[in-house]
């Protein structure tokens, strides 16, 4: 076989760009993580900052934010532009349409969150503020009436965000600890039998 060829002996990619039906490619499975911990480094900096004010700043919490953003809209269209692998196993249909439905709902809520909570501080007047004193620039200007409904809105997709991800979690540790296949393993970029 050509040295440069694609294609290893044993007929799987060596490095796939895109998701196909056989597995995640490298980027998918390190973006999926990375927005994981910025979304887990969020709640509990959210946490404790409602704990005590002076823990979790909210610097940090805008800047995870805003470092879901782009990453975020790659996922979502690369989710909606790939073919989704095969699941692994034998899997329950209506548990394959609602945990690919769960997928996409979270990828575009990572996408649409941050637009919110923007909208939302710029309407309300208030500076977003990152690490290193750097200031997101305000997009709108000063309107309580428009900051009440962009409240609004961010405060109901953080709720159907939160239930999203809380039935993620638990198809991913129902995969894991009932099942007991090899989905974890799918997600870590090991290539697994479906």
Same mark, same amino acid.
């Given at each position: 076989?050509? &040295? ?15 998701? +196909? ?38 610097? @940090?919490? +805008? ?5 879901? /953003?782009?990453?975020?809209? @790659? ?50 007047? &208030? ?22 409904? /962009?409240?609004?809105? /961010? ?5 159907? /965000? ?23 393993? &799918? ?8």
């Amino acid at each position: 076989m050509p &040295q440069n060829s694609p294609i290893e002996s044993h007929g799987h990619p060596r490095f796939k760009i895109r998701d +196909n039906g056989l597995g995640f490619s490298p980027i998918t499975i390190a973006l999926h993580w990375i927005v994981a911990t910025l979304v887990l480094s969020i709640i509990v900096l959210k946490m404790l900052h409602s704990i005590d004010p002076a823990w979790g700043s909210p610097r @940090y919490v +805008n800047l995870f934010g805003t470092l879901s /953003f782009p990453l975020s809209i @790659y996922r979502f269209w690369a989710r909606i532009t790939s073919w989704h692998p095969l699941p692994v196993g034998m899997p329950n249909p209506v548990e394959v349409i609602v945990s690919r439905s769960v997928a996409v709902a979270l990828a575009l809520a990572m996408m649409l969150l941050p637009i919110a909570a923007w909208l939302a501080k710029s309407s309300a007047g &208030q500076r977003i503020e990152l690490p290193g004193e750097i200031l997101v620039p305000s997009i709108l200007s000063v309107h309580s009436g428009a900051a009440h409904v /962009f409240n609004t809105l /961010f405060d109901i997709g953080a709720g159907a /965000f939160v239930c999203g991800l809380a039935l993620h979690l638990f198809g991913a540790l129902k995969n894991h600890f009932v099942l007991k296949n090899d989905s974890l393993k &799918q997600m870590l970029g090991k290539h697994v039998e479906l």
